[in-house]
C-alpha cells in the first residue's frame, strides 16, 4: 500500500507543476501539458473528453485526474490484454507500459 500512495504522490507533484494558477485545477491546455509530461499523449483525447467533456471552461482537479486517468489507462490495458494475453504489461515485446513518472 505504501508504494500506491508513493505512485500517488507523484502524479500529485506532476499535476501541480502543470498548475499555474495555483487553484489546485486544471483547464484544458494544462491537462494536455500534464499528459504529455506523463507520455499519455495517446490517451489525450480520451482523458480530455472523458474528464472535461466539451465545456470550454471546464476545469479538473486531482482526484478528478486521478480518477480518470486510473479509468482510462484500466481501459487500455484491457482492451491490450485482450488482443494479446501473452504480451500484456511486457516491455519491449509489444505490451504496453506505464510511463514513468519524473
Given at each position: 500500500?505504501?508504494?500506491?500512495?508513493?505512485y500517488?504522490?507523484?502524479?500529485?507533484?506532476?499535476f501541480?507543476?502543470?498548475?499555474s494558477?495555483?487553484?489546485?485545477?486544471?483547464?484544458?491546455?494544462?491537462?494536455?501539458?500534464?499528459?504529455?509530461?506523463?507520455?499519455?499523449?495517446a490517451?489525450?483525447?480520451?482523458l480530455?473528453?472523458?474528464?472535461?467533456?466539451?465545456?470550454r471552461?471546464?476545469?479538473?482537479?486531482?482526484?478528478?485526474?486521478?480518477?480518470?486517468?486510473?479509468?482510462?489507462?484500466s481501459?487500455?490495458?484491457?482492451?491490450?490484454?485482450?488482443?494479446?494475453d501473452?504480451?500484456?504489461l511486457?516491455?519491449g515485446?509489444?505490451?504496453?507500459?506505464?510511463?514513468?513518472?519524473r
Open positions: 500500500m505504501e508504494q500506491h500512495s508513493d500517488v504522490s507523484q502524479l500529485k507533484v506532476e501541480d507543476s502543470c498548475d494558477t495555483s487553484s489546485g485545477l486544471l483547464d484544458r491546455d494544462a491537462l494536455r501539458e500534464l499528459c504529455s509530461k506523463l507520455r499519455l499523449d490517451h489525450l483525447a480520451l480530455t473528453h472523458t474528464l472535461l467533456g466539451e465545456g471552461h471546464a476545469r479538473v482537479n486531482f482526484e478528478e485526474f486521478k480518477e480518470g486517468f486510473v479509468a482510462v489507462l481501459r487500455s490495458l484491457d482492451f491490450s490484454a485482450s488482443e494479446d501473452s504480451s500484456y511486457q516491455p515485446e509489444g505490451g504496453q507500459q506505464l510511463p514513468a513518472a
